[in-house]
């Protein structure tokens, strides 16, 4: 298969005023969109959703000006968080939803992200005859010539509509009284700050909120899902004044936690106490979770103990969800705190849903959330980046090769290794788990220096 050269794990990411994110370029991915659209419907309905980066207004311009030009017709729905257009697009008949976030990264960077009419993010397949048709777009003289056309559409439903269609949904998804708890809210002056307070509000949840003072470059910045222990001090500093910490990142499809005692707790606790509330309600589908290769074994041993079967899935969201929609599991998410529920009709990781699931489950056992996952024996964990000249795959390097198994052998089932190259840099990454933080800096220590002597940059 031709492989993608713009759409990475999570739609096009790049530096805003760069390609593929200069003015011409987003333009001509809107067109591209656009016709796309228009292969299975003459007269489709898209709606477009921002984050608040100083670029994202004026690159939602651009793609919406490309599918206009074609013939779409386009709603924007405004600073809104990359969840809440999945749910638009999935619940008021559009043909695809379009977010202009790059998430957790720096200001200085934008992305384009895409759902289709369902609410999920488009297959590989179909992101490849996309992109075929931006670069034939790119190479052909005249096809920025209608650029100035502007369709002037019927009168559209406005931001706040559909905004309050989203914050109506989420509450609706929770059926306990959660006015009794008080929670310091971190909305990493991102996504989260237009819809976040007023979902708590409409709750009744006293919400103290931090970081919810956008001005286009913030985001990110220090804050949010990125640096959950800036959250996790601040309860801990407030001696008992919260029950809960709750932390987005920049498009709040991710949420993280701090208990009352100022502990983090992330996905992987998340993934635990979320999975114990649905086996014991009977809605954990076939007894099994799904988690990416970077979760904790401590995570797979205390799901054990309650009978769930644990299985894992490369890293990104979009392929956990592959592993869920496969094997009908109902819960699947990431250690950065990125949780699937499938039990309703959620198609994607938000963090306002995973924020309001927590509280849900917290009220329901009266128990905080330190007791819910007190059983949770995270393993020594360690990271070691490695920059590398090419990436050839591993079983092709001897030497590498094997020191990884020599690696799993002394671990014995009692750790893991994963080696694996980044989707987005030149790095290898090796990431062991072992009982001791002794062994597992030296089982890291010797794959790292084998990477290093075969691939890496001297």
């Given amino acids: 298969m031709h492989s993608r050269q713009l759409f990475g794990t999570d739609g096009i990411r790049g530096v805003a005023g760069e390609f593929p994110l200069t003015s011409d370029s987003t333009y001509l991915i809107g067109r591209a969109l656009g016709h796309d659209l228009m292969r299975a419907n003459p007269k489709p309905r898209a709606v477009i959703g ?4 100083e670029s994202s207004a004026w690159i939602a311009d651009r793609v919406s000006e490309g599918m206009a030009a074609v013939g779409v017709e386009v709603h924007s729905a405004g600073v809104i968080t990359t969840p809440g257009i999945a749910f638009l697009a999935r619940s008021r008949g559009f043909a695809a939803g379009i977010v202009i976030s790059a998430s957790h990264n720096p200001w200085t ?7 289709s009419a369902d609410g999920f993010k488009l297959s590989d397949e179909r992101e490849v005859t996309i992109e075929k048709e931006i670069f034939a777009l790119l190479e052909k003289p005249g096809a920025m010539d209608d650029t100035a ?7 559209l439903p406005g931001e706040s509509a559909l905004r309050k269609a989203y914050i109506d949904w989420l509450a ?3 059926a306990s009284d959660l006015s009794r708890l008080r929670l310091l809210v971190d909305c990493a002056n991102g996504a989260a700050t237009a819809e976040a307070p007023e979902l708590f509000r409409k709750l009744g949840i ?11 470059r913030n985001i990110n910045e220090r804050c949010g899902a990125l640096y959950p222990e800036t959250l996790a001090k601040a309860v801990s500093e407030a001696a008992g004044q919260f029950d809960l910490g709750v932390t987005f990142d920049g498009d709040a499809d991710r949420a993280l936690f701090s208990d009352a005692r100022g502990r983090v707790v992330n996905g992987d606790g998340v993934l635990l106490l979320a999975a114990r509330d649905l086996q014991a309600r009977g809605k954990l589908a076939e007894n099994i979770v799904v988690a990416t290769t970077m979760s904790n074994m ?14 894992r899935a490369n890293v990104g969201d979009k392929y956990v969800l592959e592993e869920m929609l496969k094997t009908g599991a109902t819960l699947g998410g990431e250690q950065s705190g990125h949780v699937i529920f499938r039990d309703g009709d959620a198609t994607t990781g938000d963090g306002l849903l995973t924020a309001l699931r927590v509280m849900d489950v917290m009220v329901r056992s009266g128990e905080p959330l330190t007791e819910l ?20 795959p591993f079983t092709q390097v001897p030497e ?20 694996r190259y980044s989707g987005t840099e030149a790095l290898a990454r090796v990431m062991v788990e072992a009982q001791s933080e002794e062994k597992m800096r030296a089982v890291t220590e010797k794959i790292a220096s084998a990477i290093q002597r075969t691939l890496g940059i001297r």
């Avoid at 921002?50 to 980066?53: A, F, I, L």
């Avoid at 960077?109 to 759902?115: A, H, L, R």
Wanted: glycine share 8%; hydrophobic share 40%.
């Fill in 298 to 311: 401590g995570v797979e041993i205390a799901l054990r103990q309650s009978g769930i079967r644990m299985l």
């Fill in 400 to 419: 590498v090769h094997k020191e990884i198994e020599a690696a799993e052998r002394e671990l014995d089932g009692n750790g893991r290794v994963v080696v």
């Fill in 50 to 53: 921002q984050d608040t980066r």
């Fill in 109 to 115: 960077d934008n992305g384009i992200k895409v759902f």
């Fill in 373 to 392: 996952v007190s059983d949770l024996k995270i393993l020594p964990q360690k990271i070691q980046n490695v920059r590398v000249r090419e990436k050839i």
């Fill in 149 to 155: 056309m502007k369709v002037a559409g019927p009168s």
């Fill in 172 to 174: 609706a998804n929770v």
């Fill in 206 to 216: 006293q919400a103290t909120f931090v970081h919810v003072t956008p001005n286009g």
